[in-house]
């Protein structure tokens, strides 16, 4: 139905964890990266994680040794397992995937870190 289906915001306090999931319609064939982006109010939109599909993972600086992205490529699914959460992750975080022909993108899911 919906290219990328996206689960697992929430509010969480610092210092603790979430993990967030996306799924993939099958209509998305031939995947070649998967990302998750997020955009907090005011600031630009921030690639956080991302397998670009050559075995690489690659992290922002700000989520580096926090932020742990993975799939599954029999469940066309991939996920962000959050820790050490700051304040600061507050945002609206975005699944991506890309093909050879385009770019699709998931509704967001919201993720609020108290202090």
């Known amino acids: 139905q919906v290219p990328l289906l996206e689960s697992g915001g929430g509010l969480v306090q610092a210092g603790g964890s979430l993990t967030l999931s996306c799924a993939a319609s099958?209509?998305?064939?031939?995947?070649?990266?998967m990302e998750w982006y997020r955009q907090a109010p005011g600031k630009q939109r921030e690639m956080v994680a991302s397998?670009?599909?050559?075995?690489?993972?690659i992290y922002a600086d700000s989520v580096k040794g926090r932020f742990t992205i993975s799939a599954d490529v029999a469940k066309r699914t991939v996920t962000l397992q959050m820790n050490m959460l700051k304040p600061e992750d507050t945002s609206v975080y975005f699944c991506?995937?890309?093909?050879?022909?385009?770019?699709?993108w998931g509704q967001g899911t919201q993720v609020t870190v108290s202090s």
């Open positions: 099958r209509n998305i064939f031939s995947i070649i990266s």
């Open positions: 397998l670009p599909g050559d075995g690489r993972k």
């Open positions: 991506s995937v890309r093909n050879g022909l385009n770019r699709y």
